[in-house]
T-cell receptor, first 113, second 112 residues
């Protein structure tokens, strides 16, 4: 598979527990944020997004929290499963004609059975 | 609806050569962006094309170029390859009405 997770911090959780993955973003002008999941040998897969006019958004088993004051983003995964093991990236952009995504370094989530 | 496709999936080239990578976006998506992913630098934006025009460009040397065709398919070219160009090159497409980019599986380029 692809070695995209070298030198990345790792979060190890027990199967069934909740996971919290944190991300600090850099640009205070960013107004759209996305979490991606990348498995070995694959491209980043969209998980959930949030706009800057919100501070929380929920999906299926996932919740994203946004704190604009401290430029912090978090992804919560409920009842973590082995299939959640992957590298997780947060990405930021400011919307409109500019589609450039700026990615965080990524965090490896390892789920223990 | 089919996802973003990229060809080839793997490439091995030698220093000094050039390479062309191809990306077919999701049907109906007119914006195509390219990213380079390496263990050291992570995911970095190369450029974005929309309606056959480059709309945004990242901080990469002129050896990296791209184009988009009328059917929204895109190619990127890297000339005079260097060892440091070894990376996973990712293409992402986006519909005009949304801000969400969807990625293809990538092309793994190895420069020897």
């Amino acid at each position: 598979g692809e070695s995209v997770g070298l030198h990345l911090p790792t979060l190890s959780v027990q199967e069934g527990d909740n996971s919290i993955i944190n991300c600090a973003y850099s640009n205070s002008a960013s107004d759209y944020f996305i979490w991606y999941k990348q498995e070995s040998g694959k491209g980043p897969q969209f998980i959930i997004d949030i706009r800057s006019n919100m501070d929380k958004r929920q999906g299926q088993r996932v919740t994203v929290l946004l704190n604009k004051t401290v430029k912090h983003l978090s992804l919560q995964i409920a009842a973590t499963q082995p299939g959640d093991s992957a590298v997780y990236f947060c990405a930021e952009t400011y919307t409109g004609a500019n589609s450039k995504l700026t990615f965080g370094k990524g965090i490896t989530l390892s789920v223990r059975p | 609806k089919a996802g973003v496709t990229q060809t080839p999936r793997y490439l091995i080239k030698t220093r000094g050569q050039q390479v062309t990578l191809s990306c077919s976006p999701i049907s109906g998506h007119r914006s195509v962006s390219w990213y380079q992913q390496t263990p050291g630098q992570g995911l970095q934006f190369l450029f974005e094309y929309f309606s056959e025009t480059q709309r945004n460009k990242g901080n990469f040397p002129g050896r990296f170029s791209g184009r988009q065709f009328s059917n929204s398919r895109s190619e990127m070219n890297v000339s005079t390859l260097e060892l440091g160009d070894s990376a996973l090159y990712l293409c992402a497409s986006k519909a005009s009405s949304t801000d969400t980019q969807y990625f293809g599986p990538g092309t793994r380029l190895t420069v020897l």
